[in-house]
Antibody
Framework: QLQLQESGPGLVKPSETLSLTCTVS??????????WGWIRQPPGKGLEWIGS???????YCNPSLKSRVTISVDTSKMQFSLKLSSVTAADTAVYYC?????????????WGQGTLVTVSS | DIQMTQSPSSLSASVGDRVTITCRAS??????LNWYQQKPGKAPKLLIY???TLQSGVPSRFSGSGSGTDFTLTISSLQPEDFATYYC?????????FGQGTKLEIK
């Protein structure tokens, strides 16, 4: 059963870089069935897709965040990572990693449990 | 960006009720529409993809329909575990966008 788990600091200072890692288990991160995605949810608000990566390293991102986002994959560790630079309080959110179906319908499933990242000095 | 608008934003209903949630896209998205359920403090869970295909393991009381710009999620007979927030998501193009959510509460 495919499972994902986020890890990383829960507190980041303004202007610094947020870094999170997602560990994949129960299936190969090199599966052709999936991209691997990041989605975030500010407290009490809705969901925002950040970007996704294929095991080959191909990435695509939300244009609104693209200038600040780096997504990478390490297949040997079964992990993919998110870096978001120059963070502000507006980047405070629960960050989820998720399997992103490599089909025409691009659904997100399954999801990690999420990790709250607070941007504060 | 394609804007997704759900209605209502919140809804009170009773166990056993039939409930319908609507999602409208700002442009035609064919059937590139997915639905999720999120319970407090938990990650979203995929319910339906491609507008009407039930994800494996999801109870048959959930159903989805629609194409173009207008979509619905229907729960035929509400169960206690169905009280949650529901989100639609368009997968027609980048960026993939979600509706603002519909919070389903117990009456």
């Amino acid at each position: 059963q495919l499972q994902l788990q986020e890890s990383g600091p829960g507190l980041v200072k303004p202007s610094e870089t947020l870094s999170l890692t997602c560990t994949v288990s129960g299936a190969s991160i090199s599966s052709s069935s999936y991209y691997w995605g990041w989605i975030r949810q500010p407290p009490g608000k809705g969901l925002e897709w950040i970007g996704s990566i294929y095991y080959s390293g191909t990435t695509y991102c939300n244009p609104s965040l693209k200038s600040r986002v780096t997504i990478s994959v390490d297949t040997s560790k079964m992990q993919f990572s998110l870096k978001l630079s120059s963070v502000t309080a507006a980047d405070t959110a629960v960050y989820y990693c998720a399997g992103h179906s490599n089909s025409a319908y691009n659904w997100f499933d399954p999801w990690g449990q999420g990790t709250l990242v607070t941007v504060s000095s | 960006d394609i804007q997704m608008t759900q209605s209502p934003s919140s809804l009170s209903a009773s166990v056993g009720d039939r409930v319908t949630i609507t999602c409208r896209a700002s442009q035609s998205i064919s059937t590139y529409l997915n639905w999720y359920q999120q319970k407090p403090g938990k990650a979203p869970k995929l319910l339906i993809y491609a507008a009407s295909t039930l994800q494996s393991g999801v109870p048959s009381r959930f159903s989805g329909s629609g194409s173009g710009t207008d979509f619905t999620l229907t729960i035929s007979s509400l169960q206690p575990e169905d009280f949650a927030t529901y989100y639609c998501q368009q997968s027609y193009n980048n960026p993939y966008t979600f509706g603002q959510g519909t919070k389903l509460e117990i009456k």
